[in-house]
């Protein structure tokens, strides 16, 4: 069954963002930005979920749960670029260096470096993001079930993810429904730092139905 | 201080930041205008905006401002014009 998430689902959300974030790899952006682990910039995310920021992608009205026997076995993260007249990624930015200022300050030349890979989102384009399963869950089908129950929804919308090159699982999903690599920007600095488990970034696009 | 004149001080702080003396201060300038507006040079000019103009903008108060009209109606809000 698949529902829209709520607060009750912070821990599993939160989960789904951790391990969305290491893509398949053994790093945590997060901590090689701001030296935060998962247990310590979890209170961070929670506070931004609780500030309900419009437009923003970590709010609890952006996030859909498919659950099995009672249990949240999948979750994914999806809106529309643009639709509050903010790019996503400008809002994440802003607020997390609102509430995190001494280590955004301290970032700044990381940052710089992951800016270099950076693809802007395509306005209109309905954004999926932080797709996860949980390990108890793989192979049944759970993130098919509720990719497509995003494009149920967004009928007749372009639909975009973006992912790590590295991330060859993910991308072979994501190509098996229907979405086709537009664009890959790549800076070997990336690995070199130790800030993204890969140092290509994936666009990807499925247009509608 | 009047609106022009915030116009005129947010000029340079533009060409800097975004490393383009083409850009021209307008109400509807926004990221989609600028190709060097990014989620980084965008919180860039915020600090420089702030420290030329002594203020501090409040999280809602930045993620309502969807272009440089409604900055510099803050502005004009904080210095208390």
């Given at each position: 069954?698949?529902?829209?998430?709520?607060?009750?689902?912070?821990?599993?959300?939160?989960?789904?963002?951790?391990?969305?974030?290491?893509?398949?790899?053994?790093?945590?952006?997060?901590?090689?930005?701001?030296?935060?682990?998962?247990?310590?910039?979890?209170?961070?995310?929670?506070?931004?979920?609780?500030?309900?920021?419009?437009?923003?992608?970590?709010?609890?009205?952006?996030?859909?749960?498919?659950?099995?026997?009672?249990?949240?076995?999948?979750?994914?993260?999806?809106?529309?670029?643009?639709?509050?007249?903010?790019?996503?990624?400008?809002?994440?930015?802003?607020?997390?260096?609102?509430?995190?200022?001494?280590?955004?300050?301290?970032?700044?030349?990381?940052?710089?470096?992951?800016?270099?890979?950076?693809?802007?989102?395509?306005?209109?384009?309905?954004?999926?993001?932080?797709?996860?399963?949980?390990q108890d869950?793989?192979?049944?089908?759970?993130?098919?079930?509720l990719m497509?129950?995003?494009?149920?929804?967004?009928?007749?919308?372009?639909?975009?993810?973006?992912?790590?090159?590295?991330?060859?699982?993910?991308?072979?999903?994501?190509?098996?429904?229907?979405?086709?690599?537009?664009?890959?920007?790549?800076?070997?600095?990336?690995?070199?730092?130790?800030?993204?488990?890969?140092?290509?970034?994936?666009?990807?696009?499925?247009?509608?139905? | 201080?009047?609106?022009?004149?915030?116009?005129?001080?947010l000029s340079?702080?533009?060409?800097?930041?975004?490393?383009?003396?083409?850009?021209?201060?307008?109400?509807?300038?926004?990221?989609?205008?600028?190709?060097?507006?990014?989620?980084?040079?965008?919180?860039?000019?915020?600090?420089?905006?702030?420290?030329?103009?002594?203020?501090?903008?409040?999280?809602?108060?930045?993620?309502?401002?969807?272009?440089?009209?409604?900055?510099?109606?803050?502005?004009?809000?904080?210095?208390?014009?």
């Amino acid at each position: 069954m698949i529902r829209q998430a709520s607060h009750q689902d912070f821990d599993f959300i939160y989960e789904a963002i951790v391990q969305s974030e290491y893509s398949g790899g053994d790093i945590f952006p997060y901590e090689s930005l701001f030296g935060m682990k998962p247990a310590e910039f979890k209170e961070t995310v929670f506070n931004i979920f609780e500030e309900e920021i419009d437009g923003m992608p970590w709010h609890y009205e952006h996030w859909y749960i498919n659950e099995l026997n009672g249990h949240a076995a999948g979750a994914l993260c999806s809106w529309v670029e643009g639709s509050d007249g903010l790019s996503s990624d400008l809002l994440h930015a802003q607020t997390l260096s609102f509430l995190l200022p001494a280590q955004w300050q301290a970032a700044k030349i990381k940052l710089e470096s992951l800016s270099s890979v950076t693809i802007p989102r395509v306005n209109g384009f309905v954004q999926l993001e932080h797709l996860y399963t949980s390990q108890d869950f793989r192979g049944r089908g759970v993130m098919r079930e509720l990719m497509q129950f995003i494009f149920e929804t967004y009928s007749g919308k372009p639909f975009e993810i973006q992912v790590l090159k590295g991330n060859i699982k993910a991308v072979s999903l994501y190509e098996y429904m229907g979405f086709s690599v537009q664009n890959e920007k790549c800076n070997p600095a990336i690995k070199n730092l130790a800030l993204l488990s890969s140092d290509c970034k994936l666009q990807l696009t499925k247009q509608h139905e | 201080m009047n609106r022009e004149e915030i116009t005129s001080a947010l000029s340079p702080i533009f060409h800097r930041v975004f490393n383009n003396n083409e850009i021209i201060i307008t109400d509807d300038l926004n990221a989609e205008k600028v190709d060097q507006w990014d989620s980084l040079t965008h919180l860039n000019m915020i600090a420089e905006v702030e420290k030329h103009f002594e203020i501090k903008f409040k999280l809602k108060e930045l993620i309502g401002m969807k272009n440089v009209g409604d900055m510099i109606d803050l502005i004009l809000q904080k210095k208390g014009v």
